[in-house]
C-alpha cells in the first residue's frame, strides 16, 4: 500500500473513531448522568430515598455492564438494523456504544457523588433547599471535578469499545487494523493503528485531567 493510501484511510478512520468517541460518550451521558443522580437521590441514604426503584434501576445497571461489549454489540444489532436501517458502520457502533457506556457512566457519576460531604448537604437542607437546588448546586458542583475525571475515564473507555467494533465492521480505526493488518496479513498498518490510538488515549487523558484541575475550586 503506497504512502498517500494509508494516510487517506488513516485520516478516515480516526475521524470515524473521534466521531464514534464524541457522540457515544455525550449521548451515554445524556442517559448515564441522570440515572447516577437518581441512584444517589433514591438510596438509603439520599435525600428521597425510593427503595424499589433504586433496587431495580441497580440491578439492570449491573446486568447491562455485565455484557461483554462485542456480546452486547452482536445481540444488539437486529434491533439497531430496524432503528436505523443497517447494523453495521459508524451509525450501529455509536448506537451499542452508548448502549454499553451509559450504565458505566451511570456507576462513575454515583461514585462521584458519594464523595461529596453529607454535612455539606445537611447544610443545604437546613438552610431550605429543595432536591432539585441540592442536587444541582451542592452535589453536582461539588462532585465536579471528580465527574469531570470519571467523563475522562468514560471516553477513553468508549474509545477502546469503538476499536473492538472494528471486528464485526464497526468502522473506524479499529475496522482498519482488522480489515488490513489481520484479514490482509499487512502487520505493519495494524501497529501503526495501535500507535495512533495510543496518541489518541494520551491526549484525551492529559486535557481531561488539567480541564479536570482547572475546575477543581479546592486548589483554586
Known sequence: MDTGTLVSLLGEGLLQTLYMTVLGTLMSYVIGLPIGVSLIVTGP????????????????????????????????????????????????????????AAPFVARLVEQSLLEVDPGVIEAAQAMGAGNFQIIRKVLLLEARPSLLNGAAVATINILGYSAMAGIVGGGGLGDLAIRYGLYRFQPSIMWITIIVLVI???????????????MDNRIN
Open 45 to 100: 441514604n439520599g435525600i428521597r430515598p425510593v427503595a424499589i426503584y433504586n433496587k431495580v434501576m441497580g440491578f439492570i445497571v449491573n446486568v447491562i455492564r455485565s455484557v461483554p461489549f462485542l456480546i452486547l454489540m452482536i445481540a444488539l444489532m437486529p434491533y439497531i438494523r430496524k432503528v436505523i436501517g443497517t447494523g453495521i458502520g459508524t451509525g450501529a457502533t455509536t448506537a451499542a456504544l452508548v448502549v454499553a
Open 200 to 214: 489518541l488515549v494520551q491526549i484525551l487523558q492529559e486535557a481531561g485531567i488539567r480541564f479536570a484541575a482547572r
